[in-house]
């Protein structure tokens, strides 16, 4: 699905100097359950000095405190933990995989040779360690937002699902939001219709879809607006700025030791027998989750918290005629990156013609310490690959190549070969500073009756993957609405 244009939006940014000239891909969901229909299924929270970081920044009733309920009350998870942190009986399940393939023990005994201990739970009291990945995956299936929230209520009379719809703009009435245009057929601009709201009006586009809207809307920053012939419903400077993404390189490791890597057990009828395993246990390379482990370690010594995210795929890819494939050479990559980046890009549109997608600047590394982690991270991956317990995998440095030893060296290479983990946020941000699009009930500064609840509102970059901390905006923006509507 990450080339398939009937379920992915197949966004890139714009070249810039941090990639050598290239777009980077921006892959975004185009079906129901949006990304969490087309992403890796990793699922993890962040860290509590994320929320509480929020929290500090003025945004009231987000710190870990207050948000830990929502994530509790989301999850389903039968992985053991403490039910201080964890819950039970909530709409998404989540397991964790125990670490049966040889491959991930032996990485877990070499990152206890480097300092890095096992972590059971990296979504409980505390982030550090390595661990298998925890996984939005039950029996083998997909648990997507449309799987876990859309389908048990679909037959309910107070809920319409509109497929194959572009919005094209909000409808307003003075200050105040009162529904939304969309268009429906083709793949230029189809029948139009509009849908009335009698109390408020949700925007849930995501990073790059919702300051589209809202820019398209007439709300944004003025002159650029004005140069596209738009008029100016509400002078917002932020919408569209504040982009943040993880700039992941992924080093790639030779593997000599045969039948260790799905390069060896998942090509030609190695493939059928993968998908006969999948079929009868839900189990093997079709039913894992696209990183299936993870060490969330850090830096160096005194820091309070992990800074550094890295990530195995038990196999290496190489180009296809329709996007990557399984490469005949055995190996393993393993992407590593800085959780939380300081480097700050922008989103904007182009054009007022709603399917015409936005330009995408990131402007990776423009922030030192981004560049400093980013080699950091990469000599941590060296260090666990080459560790002694890797020595039976007969392991070797393909890229970024041991040659590349000093930081500009391996930075070189980052610029010209590292894309993102597909975790772009912040262009909505949430704050009451002059450069905030939302307030802390997630309502749209200037507008009546408009909320964005997605991952455009949060301020910073949470430590890991997106999925988990972007349901729970949802589950408390639903929180917000019912109170207010009953207020």
Not at 236 to 265: C, F, M, S
Not at 300 to 311: F, I, M, S, V
Request: glycine letters at 12%; one cysteine or more.
């Amino acid at each position: 699905m990450i080339t398939n244009p009937a379920v992915n939006w197949l966004y890139s940014s714009e070249p810039e100097a941090s990639t050598n000239g290239r777009r980077i891909p921006v892959p975004r969901g185009r079906l129901l359950g949006g990304s969490s229909a087309l992403n890796g299924m990793a699922f993890v929270r962040g860290q509590a000095q994320d929320f509480d970081t929020w929290a500090q920044m003025g945004n009231q009733g987000w710190s870990y405190e207050s948000v830990l309920p929502f994530f509790k009350r989301m999850e389903s998870y039968g992985g053991g933990g403490d039910d201080t942190f964890r819950g039970r009986d909530g709409p998404l399940r989540v397991t964790n995989p125990e670490p049966r393939e040889p491959f991930f023990a032996a990485v877990i005994k070499a990152a206890g040779e480097v300092g890095i201990a096992h972590n059971p739970d990296y979504n409980g009291a505390r982030q550090d360690g390595i661990a298998m990945s925890q996984a939005t995956i039950a029996s083998g299936r997909r648990m997507s937002t449309a799987r876990c929230y859309l389908d048990p209520v679909r037959r309910r009379s107070n809920l319409r699902i509109e497929t194959g719809a572009v919005a094209d703009g909000l409808l307003f009435d003075g200050k105040r939001c009162i529904g939304v245009r969309y268009s429906v057929g083709g793949p230029r601009r189809g029948e139009l219709r509009e849908a009335r709201a009698a109390r408020e009006v949700i925007v849930s586009g995501g990073t790059i879809n919702s300051p589209q809207l809202l820019e398209l809307s007439g709300i944004g920053q003025p002159e650029r607006l004005q140069s596209l012939g738009m008029e100016v419903r509400q002078p917002l400077p932020g919408v569209g700025e504040n982009l943040r993404d993880h700039y992941a390189p992924r080093t790639k490791w030779a593997i000599g030791t045969k039948g260790i890597t799905y390069n060896d057990t998942a090509r030609g009828l190695g493939l059928v027998r993968q998908a006969l395993r999948y079929a009868l246990s839900g189990r093997g390379l079709l039913g894992s989750v696209g990183a299936p482990m993870r060490a969330f370690v850090r830096s160096r010594d005194g820091l309070a918290a992990p800074d550094l995210l890295l990530g195995w795929v038990p196999m290496l890819t190489e180009p296809g005629p329709k996007g990557p494939k399984i490469a005949r050479q055995s190996g393993v990559t393993c992407y590593a990156h800085p959780m939380r980046p300081e480097s700050k890009g922008h989103i904007h549109v182009v054009s007022a013609d709603p399917r015409r997608p936005p330009a995408i600047h990131f402007n990776f590394l423009s922030a030192p310490i981004d560049a400093t982690l980013t080699a950091r991270a990469v000599r941590i991956a060296r260090a666990i690959m080459t560790a002694p317990a890797m020595a039976p995998l007969q392991v070797t440095e393909l890229a970024p190549g041991s040659d590349r030893d000093s930081d500009e060296e391996i930075l070189d290479w980052v610029r010209g070969a590292a894309e993102t983990t597909y975790h772009p946020v912040g262009t909505c941000k949430m704050g009451s500073d002059a450069m905030a699009v939302v307030d802390h009930r997630l309502r749209v500064h200037g507008i009546d009756g408009l909320r964005v609840a997605d991952a455009s509102i949060m301020p910073t970059l949470t430590s890991g993957n997106t999925n988990a901390p972007s349901i729970m905006i949802g589950e408390k923006a639903a929180d917000m609405v019912l109170k207010d509507a009953t207020a």
